[in-house]
């Protein structure tokens, strides 16, 4: 047997954590959260200790993103798939378009595919690594697309479908995109997401921010008479949102390490710093994959790299399973790729958790288990 490779502890950085969801949690918030362990945790969701916290999430989460007028943010159980379900019952009337390039955009393809009561959608696809588009189609009325598909590591701008039919909603998966990348709300009704990603909570939770139009369209809808499961009932979980409660009992914990996370976003400077700290964790890793021997960017055309997720190949008889299973050993953790892909490739959360400086340092130790392997 060979010896096992140890890193120098000088080369390593200083948090370990660079899953793409669920992501690294500050220790701060940890701390935090510890703090009010007898005095918020285990109590009830129905009294104004836990319903402070989900105001205090709502209200951060509004303030982050700059809600545009008449805007809400919306918060249900379940995480992401849940939404996916509650969409599907709740917002598409009967004919949905969906942008599809990755294994996360595909699950909600799937749920309206199975709906019975729907139209079979519409559906634009991309092999993994490039990006699909929507295109105005008459007779669709919810318009489907994901801001930064997380299986791939692309990521696409945030824009409504030029041409579409008047009324139109546009629905975006921000789950993994939302808190690392630029977004103007106002260029789409639902944006959508769960804490485990960018605001570095755990999961359990969706997070919708619903614009005027789409929040009267889950109205029309329950009002319709479809037969809607009441634990998806967006009517329910909107007016619930409105009284700071969710519709069951919530995770306290990821509830109050969120809220706790979107302040501290906020007191950085909102999403113009998380931005630019992604931008700045990307820029290192794209950048020294750029210049390495026997590394590439997965994503070859650069305007769809993300910079939220970084997907990085490694050259034939580079083994980047082994580099991953090295860099675990040695407490750096979740480079793995997403496994469906089946590409000899690592992957790398940039959330603004993540410190650009542990970007760089990761680079390094990567160079290090390369040369020992
Ligand atoms: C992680 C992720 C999901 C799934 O979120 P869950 O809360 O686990 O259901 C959906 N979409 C995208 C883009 C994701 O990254």
Not at 5 to 34: Q, T
Not at 74 to 96: D, P, V, Y
Not at 138 to 149: K, L, M, P, R, W
Not at 224 to 235: A, C
């Amino acid at each position: 047997m060979t010896d096992p490779i140890r890193i120098p502890d000088d080369l390593k950085p200083v948090d370990g954590r660079f899953g793409s969801g669920p992501s690294k949690v500050r220790p701060e918030g940890v701390e935090a959260l510890a703090r009010v362990a007898t005095t918020f945790l285990g109590t009830s969701h129905r009294q104004k200790t836990v319903k402070d916290e989900v105001a205090r999430l709502r209200r951060g989460i509004g303030e982050f993103f700059g809600l545009p007028d008449g805007y809400e943010v919306i918060i249900s159980n379940g995480g992401t798939s849940a939404f996916w379900e509650t969409a599907t019952f709740g917002l598409i009337r009967e004919k949905a378009q969906f942008a599809e390039f990755g294994e996360f955009g595909a699950k909600f393809v799937k749920a309206v595919t199975d709906a019975p009561f729907l139209a079979d959608p519409t559906v634009h696809k991309a092999p993994g690594g490039g990006a699909a588009y929507l295109r105005a189609e008459a007779g669709v009325d919810t318009y489907a697309s994901v801001q930064n598909e997380t299986s791939t590591g692309v990521a696409v701008p945030v824009k409504r479908v030029t041409g579409a039919d008047p009324g139109a909603l546009l629905l975006t998966d921000a789950t993994s995109g939302g808190g690392s990348l630029d977004v103007d709300l106002t260029e789409t009704d639902v944006y959508y997401l769960a804490p485990q990603k960018a605001f570095g909570s755990d999961g359990g939770l969706w997070i919708a921010l619903m614009s005027p139009a789409a929040i009267d369209r889950a109205y029309k809808i329950k009002e319709s008479g479809r037969y809607i499961p009441q634990f998806l009932d967006l009517v329910t979980a909107i007016e619930q949102s409105r009284l700071e409660q969710t519709y069951n009992t919530p995770a306290l914990a990821t509830v109050f390490l969120a809220a706790e996370q979107v302040d501290w976003m906020n007191a950085q400077g909102g999403l113009a710093w998380a931005a630019k700290r992604s931008a700045e964790s990307a820029a290192a890793i794209y950048g020294w994959a750029d210049r390495s021997a026997v590394a590439t960017p997965f994503i070859t055309d650069p305007a769809l790299r993300s910079n939220a997720v970084a997907t990085i190949d490694f050259a034939d008889g580079v083994d980047a399973a082994a580099i991953a299973k090295v860099l675990r050993a040695n407490g750096i953790v979740d480079t793995e790729p997403y496994r469906k892909l089946g590409r000899n490739q690592l992957r790398v959360a940039l959330y603004p958790t993540v410190d650009p400086a542990d970007v760089e340092a990761l680079t390094r130790c990567i160079d290090f288990v390369v040369d020992r392997l």
